[in-house]
């Protein structure tokens, strides 16, 4: 006899054979498995698992009996708790895995459905246990007081399949040496997170609420929240990958999160790729001291990182060499786009961003506001340390404070920096010396290429901070059709400092530049030391130098080349648009000149 296509057999069923489609469908029902309804709170063990009858010694459904049954089952077993009702782990005994004790083991396919219930783990091990084949999806279900010891999963451990909806977590710990994962441990799994509350968890190791260990971790629409790991060695205060992992955090809020190390949000490692989407983190703090700790809301350890559509603001990394208040990117691939990092602060570098070697790239996002301190305080929006690479493209950089060098960005000697159509507004750099400043942008020995940009009210305001918008310190700065305009410093370069080095603008407009009274030379550029500046196809006007050179000014070792460029209107107290020092080169307009002009 044929048989129907499976597409039209359902209904053909429906319509010419009733009776036959509702039996058809109740033997359907029934392959998937028992639903079994929990009728007490007590913590009792199945009486004879494999029966198919969720039942201890005295008949009552129990939730570890349940447990024990539907594991006993080939097929998809149902389990629903009494409506907010509270169920306490009393049979003690960990380190077994038949759910007869301790926490709840899961080696079949089970969905629990919590109905607003609340599992006590009493602190004498973790709720749940999936096993490698195992699948547990919780609904509805809270968990609270679970505790492992030397072993990772405060509430949850799988090795197998976990999806948690609306299954909050809060006050689980995993202690002691490479304890992990304080709410959650993903061992290699996969692992769905949607709608759930972790708080106020912890581990020893890394993960203060949730540890994947390779896997995939996809976390949607979750608050983390006041989670910590720390002290061994302390990375992730609220979720930390090891290992290939591959993790997806979107729309989700974490907020409050410490870690005693590094990333006191979010750590990924050096093989694993991390997604973050839609995110806000904020008040997250990174408490290691050394050079390469930090990264208050984000730290990514040489693997790949993307964040995108999130609010980084207000968290810190804040002690000892602490870098990268807001973000950390460690010789990794970090990509953030239409992201916001926002008033975060650190100690040694990178309020905003630290980019320790790697590549970085800011896309069409905002660096606002943040902060860096004075040891040595470089880089108030965006630091690079070492040989990587940083591109920042169509990008907002306004209103950040270093305590030194580059309010805005600071690139290393062997670093590579690339900004284009960014805008560049209000930032601070503060440091005293002479060779400290660069409001907005400062390269230390390295190559720094700016072009499609707009550089304007930004100040070194150091007692001889120099570079109101830009501190080329010994390096190659190539820049191009940008705006420089307003911008003010203490000693010299009101616009731009050039200490040696090499220097090209061209199609650049200088104006409204103003250099202050320590000496007070150059009001839109000055040159010290034996360097070489080229200006090609500009307009220096309306710049103002306190002593000399209102427009621009070559040291007596400099050599100065100004073609093609409209330079004047500039003030000074002597006079000139132009001062060349006696023994530099000046050539202005085609015409060389010694002495001043």
């Known amino acids: 006899m044929p048989t129907l296509p499976a597409r039209i057999a359902p209904t053909l069923l429906k319509n010419c054979f009733p009776a036959l489609c509702v039996a058809t469908l109740a ?178 190791r890394a993960g203060g609420a949730v540890e994947a260990n390779g896997g995939d971790t996809l976390i949607t629409d979750s608050t983390l929240e006041a989670n910590h790991c720390g002290p061994m060695p302390g990375n992730g205060g609220a979720l930390h990958v090891t290992g290939a992992g591959l993790s997806v955090i979107r729309d989700c809020t974490i907020e409050a999160n410490i870690a005693d190390r590094e990333g006191g949000g979010l750590w990924n490692s050096s093989t694993g790729t991390m997604t973050v989407d839609s995110c806000d983190l904020f008040d997250n703090e990174a408490l290691g001291t050394a050079a390469d700790d930090g990264g208050g809301a984000l730290f990514n350890d040489g693997g790949g990182m993307f964040v995108t559509g999130c609010n980084v603001h207000d968290n810190f990394a804040v002690q000892g060499s602490g870098s990268g208040g807001g973000v950390f990117n460690n010789a990794g691939r970090l990509m953030l786009h239409l992201t916001r990092v926002e008033a975060n602060l650190s100690n040694r570098a990178g ?28 880089g108030g929006g965006l630091h690079l340390t ?86 080329n310190d010994n390096g190659l700065f190539a820049i191009d059709d940008v705006e420089i305009r307003d911008n003010s410093s203490s000693r010299a370069g009101g616009g731009i400092e050039a200490n040696v080095g090499m220097t090209f603008v061209s199609r650049a407009t200088m104006t409204g530049n103003v250099t202050g009274m320590s000496p007070g030379n150059g009001g839109a550029l000055h040159l010290t030391g034996a360097g070489l500046v080229q200006m090609t196809a500009s307009t220096v006007t309306g710049n103002d130098a306190s002593n000399e050179g209102g427009g621009l000014w070559n040291s007596s070792t400099g050599a100065m080349l100004v073609l093609g460029t409209q330079v004047e209107n500039n003030t000074s107290p002597t006079g000139p648009d132009a001062f060349n020092q006696p023994g530099g080169f000046l050539l202005l307009n085609g015409r060389f000149v010694s002495g001043g002009i």
């Open 27 to 204: 033997a359907t029902a029934a392959a998937q498995g028992p639903r079994f309804v929990v009728n007490t709170t007590l913590d009792t063990p199945d009486a004879n698992p494999g029966d198919g009858m969720s039942a201890d010694s005295q008949g009552r459904s129990s939730l570890r009996a349940a447990i024990q049954e539907a594991n006993a089952q080939t097929a998809q077993c149902t389990i629903e708790l009494q409506a907010a009702a509270r169920y306490a782990l009393t049979l003690v005994g960990a380190d077994e895995d038949a759910a007869a004790s301790g926490d709840l083991d899961v080696t079949g396919d089970v969905v629990l459905i919590g109905r607003g219930a609340r599992i006590d783990a009493g602190g004498g091990d973790r709720a749940f246990d999936v096993l490698a084949g195992g699948r547990l999806d919780v609904r509805d279900l809270d968990v609270t007081g679970g505790l492992v010891s030397d072993a990772s999963g405060g509430a949850y451990r799988s090795a197998g399949e976990l999806h948690m909806t609306r299954a909050d977590v809060d006050s689980c710990d995993a202690r002691g040496a490479g304890a992990s994962g304080g709410a959650v441990f993903n061992d290699g799994g996969i692992l769905r997170v949607d709608h759930c509350e972790f708080t106020n968890c912890s581990a020893t």
């Open 386 to 471: 070492g040989g990587g690479a940083v591109q920042v493209l169509g990008t907002g950089v306004y209103g950040n404070i270093a305590g030194a060098e580059g309010g805005g960005l600071w690139n290393s000697s062997t670093g590579l920096m690339w900004v284009d159509d960014c805008d560049f507004q209000l930032n601070v750099a503060s440091g005293d010396a002479a060779d400290q400043g660069g409001g907005a942008l400062f390269n230390d020995r390295g190559i720094f290429v700016l072009t499609r940009s707009v550089m304007a009210d930004n100040t070194a305001s150091g007692a001889a901070g120099s570079g109101g918008a830009i501190f």
């Open 351 to 378: 309020g905003g961003v630290e980019a320790n070697a790697g590549v970085t790239v800011l896309r069409d996002s905002w660096l606002v506001a943040n902060e860096t301190g004075t040891m040595p305080g470089n």
